[in-house]
């Protein structure tokens, strides 16, 4: 078991940047590969990013490829996601998530959130244009 912790959230022009935080407790948490989803109004949750459990491998969202970066720090319990060049459409409840099968990555499910078992009550990022 593990528990996630967001933060970082907030308004910011268009064009600006986030750095959003994800703290883990209660869990080892190396054993789980990391991802960030994000959520609009009325619309469905959606993959962001996912890193791998020694962050080996990175993934991201057509949605927020180059703009985006996610790291952890293992020794910390954290992860992060910095967001460049932020757009109105990037307004959403950002929430992480740790996903303990090991197979994530092999097996092409790391942008599925029914593979993460572990959710944070989110962070609101908004974008005013």
């Known amino acids: 078991q593990i528990q996630l912790v967001e933060s970082g959230g907030g308004v910011v022009q268009t064009g600006g940047s986030l750095r959003l935080s994800c703290a883990a407790s209660?869990?080892?948490?190396?054993?789980?590969?990391m991802a960030w989803f994000r959520q609009a109004p009325g619309k469905e949750r959606e993959f962001v990013s996912a890193?791998?459990?020694?962050?080996?491998?990175?993934y991201y969202s057509e949605a927020v490829k180059g703009r985006c970066t996610i790291s952890r720090d293992n020794t910390k319990n954290a992860l992060y996601l910095e967001i460049n060049s932020l757009k109105p459409e990037d307004t959403a409840v950002y929430y992480c998530?740790?996903?303990?099968?090991?197979?994530?990555?092999?097996?092409?499910?790391?942008?599925?959130?029914?593979?993460?078992?572990?959710w944070g009550q989110g962070t609101q990022v908004t974008v005013s244009s």
């Open positions: 890193i791998s459990w020694r962050a080996q491998t990175t």
């Open positions: 998530a740790a996903s303990g099968r090991q197979n994530l990555f092999t097996s092409g499910r790391y942008s599925s959130a029914n593979d993460y078992r572990y």
């Open positions: 209660e869990g080892t948490f190396s054993d789980f590969a």
